[in-house]
């Protein structure tokens, strides 16, 4: 079965630091992976999508992330944060025949430190 | 419309009650999930629609989580005698197509549950 693992519920980082959010999935065939952000009062967006067709992913906002298959892993990085990335951010794997069922990980709260 | 609009945005019930809870999704979108996210925690799948097929119930947690989707559109998540930990954020998103291939999902702002 496939499913995200998010390690670290909180990171801190600085203003103009690098952001890294990690994020490792199971998988038995290669997967479908996402990445979405969910601001403060706000409902969830898509922020980048994985879908076999290059390994690193570019976003919105500046971030990217890179699948790595030998490491089964998609985390997420920005080279320099903003005040304005404050936020939770969550992976998410499709599942099933058509990777149709999507699962999230259990998110991870970014915050940044003037 | 042109976002995936979720009512009511607040419902507070007793302990015990039935509650149903509503997501009109974009026009045109085959597929709608609900999510469940109980305060300080990630999205727990609930139930997935897509098009005419048999919906995958696979997530809902009890017999007293139910759900339906009349064709492409307006769905209903109802839970009947609700409990305390029913309390959470119930999210709706749709997907143009089904959402792990190359679909993006579209959440609406999601319907606040409190049980007392």
């Known amino acids: 079965a496939q499913s995200v693992t998010q390690l670290g519920s909180h990171v801190s980082v600085s203003e103009g630091a690098l952001v890294l959010l990690r994020c490792n999935y199971s998988?038995?065939?290669?997967?479908?992976l996402f990445w979405y952000v969910q601001y403060p009062n706000q409902g969830l967006q898509l922020l980048l999508k994985y879908t076999s067709a290059a390994t690193l992913v570019k976003g919105i906002n500046g971030f990217e992330a890179e699948f790595k298959k030998s490491e089964t892993s998609f985390h997420l990085t920005k080279p320099s944060a903003h005040m304005s990335d404050a936020a939770e951010y969550f992976c998410?794997?499709?599942?099933?025949?058509?990777?149709?069922?999507?699962?999230f990980g259990s998110g991870t709260r970014l915050s940044i430190r003037p | 419309g042109a976002g995936v609009s979720q009512s009511p945005s607040n419902k507070v019930t007793e302990k015990g009650k039935d509650v149903e809870l509503r997501c009109d999704p974009i026009?045109?979108?085959?597929?709608l999930y609900w999510y469940r996210q109980r305060l300080g925690q990630g999205l727990e799948f609930l139930i997935y629609f897509q098009g005419n097929s048999a919906p995958d119930k696979s997530g809902l947690p009890s017999d007293r989580f139910s759900a339906e989707r009349t064709g492409e559109s307006v769905s209903t998540l109802t839970i009947q005698r609700t409990q305390q930990e029913d309390s959470a954020v119930y999210l709706c998103?749709?997907?143009?197509?089904?959402?792990?291939?190359?679909?993006?999902?579209?959440f609406g702002e999601g319907s606040r549950l409190t049980v007392l």
């Open positions: 998103a749709s997907s143009s197509q089904a959402g792990g291939s190359t679909g993006e999902l579209f």
């Open positions: 998410a794997v499709g599942r099933g025949s058509s990777a149709s069922k999507i699962i």
């Open positions: 998988s038995s065939v290669p997967p479908y």
């Open positions: 026009s045109g979108h085959t597929a």
